[in-house]
């Protein structure tokens, strides 16, 4: 029996009675001795590989473990003993030795992506003894969105959690598979310092050239993003090859679109034609069609409403101002007070898209909506400040009062900012203004942007009659 014992606590599978079953037999209990009406015994564990011991009191057992305190009982005359999640079973209760086994739950591992990064999942049926082993594992964190306990991925985290829990519980691994880091997450592959510093130097060499912020983030992430798929390749041994082989089994098989395939391509032709003194050649790539979206309109009924969901002048004022002028949302945050013409009706809309300035017209009502928010809030150098005088207000935080007016008044349509520049442009057409104006007033280099509204019109679309209503 004690090379029985012995077997189990190496193989993890002991035998139980005259079964195999899975659990751990890990102590010895020294001879029991027989007190009062009861039949129990005060019993002992001399040596437990949790280090666990058992002590008779008062009818009932204590186990002592470094996880946790839990009260047992003992059942008379079966020889079993059930501790919390745990279940003993004696052999022989009444001779010199015992032996029990330790019935262990189990943890599924599975892969997951978790904002962004690869991790480790470990799912199980709630227990609290459980729970709080898990928690003692350094790594480990509780997702709330997904419900979860999950550890980063690694090549050697899984040999970390057999060490960790074993004779603890069981893991069950079946359904972990091995990850390419490099060709599935490549955003987590550390670069090595001279692509680093070949990045850095682009990104001074844009901000000289003057490219806008959002510009230089895209591209330098485009880059980041490349060369790390390509596992730290040397810049100088990338080819047209690299570039195709990046865009069929990261863009292609990620399933991204067709716009930011085209700023990816434009990030890395304009790099190598900088910095490497060499042309990659894009045209190798098939480039799949960019989708023709028509712009997301609402109707003035529904603008009228979200306009009017805030209380909050500020907030409404600013929700009002793009959908009475059509700036983009960058655009809203960069007006300073010097840029508002009362006098002559206009918006100054200074380096906007293309590095261009443009007047947009103000109507009488929107001045008026203007001179009553600035009495009221004062702002000294931008239009619409943030908590701290004379800083822009967040972007982040436009949008949520967008989302706020949503939820008040109970629209589920995934409207965004842009949507009302999309409104103003499509209501005045619908009104009558030339597709000329419109152009400048947006702003857009090409009158063929602009025509895309001509196709969400309704006023020549609500005269067509459908056959349908003459049968």
């Given at each position: 029996?004690?090379?029985?014992?012995?077997?189990?606590?190496?193989?993890?599978?002991?035998?139980?009675?005259?079964?195999?079953a899975p659990g751990v037999c890990f102590?010895?209990?020294?001879?029991?001795?027989?007190?009062?009406?009861?039949?129990?015994?005060?019993?002992?564990?001399?040596?437990?590989?949790?280090?666990?011991?058992?002590?008779?009191?008062?009818?009932?057992?204590?186990?002592?473990?470094?996880?946790?305190?839990?009260?047992?009982?003992?059942?008379?005359?079966?020889?079993?003993?059930?501790?919390?999640?745990?279940?003993?079973?004696?052999?022989?209760?009444?001779?010199?030795?015992?032996?029990?086994?330790?019935?262990?739950?189990?943890?599924?591992?599975?892969?997951?992506?978790?904002?962004?990064?690869?991790?480790?999942?470990?799912?199980?049926?709630?227990?609290?003894?459980?729970?709080?082993?898990?928690?003692?594992?350094?790594?480990?964190?509780?997702?709330?969105?997904?419900?979860?306990?999950?550890?980063?991925?690694?090549?050697?985290?899984?040999?970390?959690?057999?060490?960790?829990?074993?004779?603890?519980?069981?893991?069950?691994?079946?359904?972990?598979?091995?990850?390419?880091?490099?060709?599935?997450?490549?955003?987590?592959?550390?670069?090595?310092?001279?692509?680093?510093?070949?990045?850095?130097?682009?990104?001074?060499?844009?901000?000289?050239?003057?490219?806008?912020?959002?510009?230089?983030?895209?591209?330098?992430?485009?880059?980041?993003?490349?060369?790390?798929?390509?596992?730290?390749?040397?810049?100088?041994?990338?080819?047209?090859?690299?570039?195709?082989?990046?865009?069929?089994?990261?863009?292609?098989?990620?399933?991204?679109?067709?716009?930011?395939?085209?700023?990816?391509?434009n990030a890395v032709k304009l790099y190598?034609?900088?910095?490497?003194?060499?042309k990659l050649n894009p045209e190798i790539?098939?480039?799949?069609?960019?989708?023709?979206?028509?712009?997301?309109?609402?109707?003035?009924?529904?603008?009228?409403?979200?306009?009017?969901?805030?209380?909050?002048?500020?907030?409404?004022?600013?929700?009002?101002?793009?959908?009475?002028?059509?700036?983009?949302?960058?655009?809203?945050?960069?007006?300073?007070?010097?840029?508002?013409?009362?006098?002559?009706?206009?918006?100054?809309?200074?380096?906007?898209?293309?590095?261009?300035?443009?007047?947009?017209?103000?109507?009488?009502?929107?001045?008026?909506?203007?001179?009553?928010?600035?009495?009221?809030?004062?702002?000294?150098?931008?239009?619409?400040?943030?908590?701290?005088?004379?800083?822009?207000?967040?972007?982040?935080?436009?949008?949520?009062?967008?989302?706020?007016?949503?939820?008040?008044?109970?629209?589920?349509?995934?409207?965004?900012?842009?949507?009302?520049?999309?409104?103003?442009?499509?209501?005045?057409?619908?009104?009558?203004?030339?597709?000329?104006?419109?152009?400048?007033?947006?702003?857009?280099?090409?009158?063929?942007?602009?025509?895309?509204?001509?196709?969400?019109?309704?006023?020549?679309?609500?005269?067509?009659?459908?056959?349908?209503?003459?049968?």
């Amino acid at each position: 029996m004690k090379r029985q014992m012995e077997a189990g606590l190496n193989s993890g599978s002991p035998v139980l009675g005259d079964r195999e079953a899975p659990g751990v037999c890990f102590a010895v209990l020294q001879k029991p001795r027989l007190e009062g009406s009861s039949g129990l015994a005060p019993m002992k564990i001399v040596r437990t590989a949790l280090r666990i011991r058992v002590v008779y009191r008062r009818s009932r057992l204590i186990a002592r473990s470094s996880q946790a305190i839990m009260r047992c009982r003992a059942v008379p005359g079966c020889g079993c003993i059930s501790v919390g999640f745990c279940f003993f079973r004696l052999k022989n209760p009444l001779s010199c030795s015992y032996y029990f086994f330790y019935q262990m739950k189990t943890i599924v591992l599975k892969n997951a992506v978790i904002e962004g990064l690869p991790v480790i999942c470990l799912e199980f049926p709630y227990d609290f003894a459980l729970k709080e082993l898990v928690k003692t594992y350094s790594e480990c964190q509780w997702s709330k969105r997904h419900k979860t306990w999950w550890v980063p991925y690694r090549e050697d985290q899984l040999d970390e959690l057999i060490r960790f829990f074993r004779g603890k519980v069981w893991l069950d691994y079946s359904q972990l598979k091995k990850i390419d880091m490099a060709r599935e997450f490549p955003n987590t592959i550390e670069l090595d310092v001279k692509t680093e510093t070949e990045i850095q130097i682009f990104i001074e060499w844009m901000r000289n050239k003057r490219y806008a912020e959002s510009t230089i983030k895209t591209y330098s992430g485009a880059l980041i993003l490349f060369f790390s798929f390509l596992d730290n390749k040397a810049i100088s041994e990338i080819e047209n090859e690299d570039l195709a082989y990046f865009n069929t089994h990261y863009i292609i098989r990620k399933g991204f679109s067709a716009s930011y395939q085209s700023q990816f391509i434009n990030a890395v032709k304009l790099y190598f034609s900088i910095r490497q003194h060499k042309k990659l050649n894009p045209e190798i790539i098939d480039r799949p069609k960019k989708p023709k979206l028509l712009p997301n309109v609402l109707a003035k009924e529904e603008i009228k409403r979200i306009l009017n969901a805030h209380k909050n002048l500020k907030h409404r004022t600013m929700l009002s101002l793009i959908y009475a002028c059509g700036p983009r949302r960058s655009e809203l945050l960069n007006v300073k007070i010097t840029d508002v013409d009362s006098n002559r009706g206009l918006l100054i809309v200074r380096q906007s898209k293309g590095k261009k300035d443009r007047v947009v017209p103000l109507s009488a009502k929107t001045i008026d909506l203007l001179r009553e928010y600035y009495k009221f809030e004062q702002p000294t150098v931008y239009l619409f400040e943030g908590e701290k005088p004379g800083s822009r207000y967040s972007a982040g935080s436009l949008q949520k009062v967008l989302k706020s007016a949503l939820a008040k008044i109970g629209l589920r349509k995934p409207v965004t900012l842009h949507w009302l520049r999309h409104s103003y442009a499509t209501h005045l057409l619908e009104g009558g203004t030339d597709l000329r104006y419109i152009q400048e007033i947006l702003g857009h280099r090409s009158s063929r942007t602009t025509e895309i509204y001509t196709h969400v019109t309704d006023n020549s679309i609500r005269r067509i009659k459908s056959p349908f209503d003459d049968l």
